[in-house]
T-cell receptor, first 111, second 114 residues
Framework: GNSVTQMEGPVTLSEEAFLTINCTYT??????LFWYVQYPGEGLQLLLK?????DKGSNKGFEATYRKETTSFHLEKGSVQVSDSAVYFC??????????FGAGTRLTVKP | SAVISQKPSRDICQRGTSLTIQCQVD?????MFWYRQQPGQSLTLIAT?????????ESGFVIDKFPISRPNLTFSTLTVSNMSPEDSSIYLC???????????FGPGTRLTVL
């Protein structure tokens, strides 16, 4: 079955540092890939998505590229801010709306 | 994207009681889902709420414990029945988007069972 594996946390960075959170997936078909963000005390917000190989999703300075050859969808940001502190979830979904989530990676950005 | 609200936002309940959580969407949606997020964990799908028919439950979740209603295309409820401390979690509803198999989530209901 489909599954998502993402980098274990927690991750602690200083402000303006470069961020990478690794995500790899296993899928039988052609899934869409997502990154969701959960700020403290809130629900999940869709951060970005990609629907096919080589697509790049981007939003708020974050980006991720759908790499079919490596089955990966790593999240990157060039310069993190304190306000980026949150839990980040990688996810995939196919035609049947069966969405699978990674374990989540907690990011803390220190001033 | 759809605007989703949940009530209550949080509650503290006694063991053995039941709590009904409401999920309201500002537009008609095809699919609605209920998830559980245990403390510090990822999301686990409880069931898909089907309009006009019984919900479809995932393995490990049963209707007697988590009855679900979906009377129309904008509203659903999840009841957590005969609660125990192990039911302390965040319960989230989500709805399907219009493209790319995406889902949009409500703010969640934070449940503590004493």
């Amino acid at each position: 079955g489909n599954s998502v594996t993402q980098m274990e946390g927690p991750v602690t960075l200083s402000e303006e540092a470069f961020l990478t959170i690794n995500c790899t997936y296993t899928a039988t078909g052609y899934p869409s890939l997502f990154w969701y963000v959960q700020y403290p005390g809130e629900g999940l917000q869709l951060l970005l998505k990609a629907t096919k190989a080589d697509d790049k999703g981007s939003n708020k300075g974050f980006e991720a590229t759908y790499r079919k050859e490596t089955t990966s969808f790593h999240l990157e940001k060039g310069s993190v801010q304190v306000s980026d502190s949150a839990v980040y979830f990688c996810a995939l979904s196919e035609w049947n709306n069966d969405m699978r989530f990674g374990a989540g990676t907690r990011l803390t950005v220190k001033p | 994207s759809a605007v989703i609200s949940q009530k209550p936002s949080r509650d503290i309940c006694q063991r053995g009681t039941s709590l009904t959580i409401q999920c309201q969407v500002d537009s008609q949606v095809t699919m609605m889902f209920w998830y559980r997020q245990q403390p510090g964990q990822s999301l686990t799908l409880i069931a898909t709420a089907n309009q006009g028919s019984e919900a479809t439950y995932e393995s490990g979740f049963v209707i007697d414990k988590f009855p679900i209603s979906r009377p129309n295309l904008t509203f659903s409820t999840l009841t957590v029945s005969n609660m125990s401390p192990e039911d302390s979690s965040i319960y989230l509803c989500s709805v399907s988007g219009t493209s790319a198999y995406e889902q949009f989530f409500g703010p969640g209901t934070r449940l503590t069972v004493l």
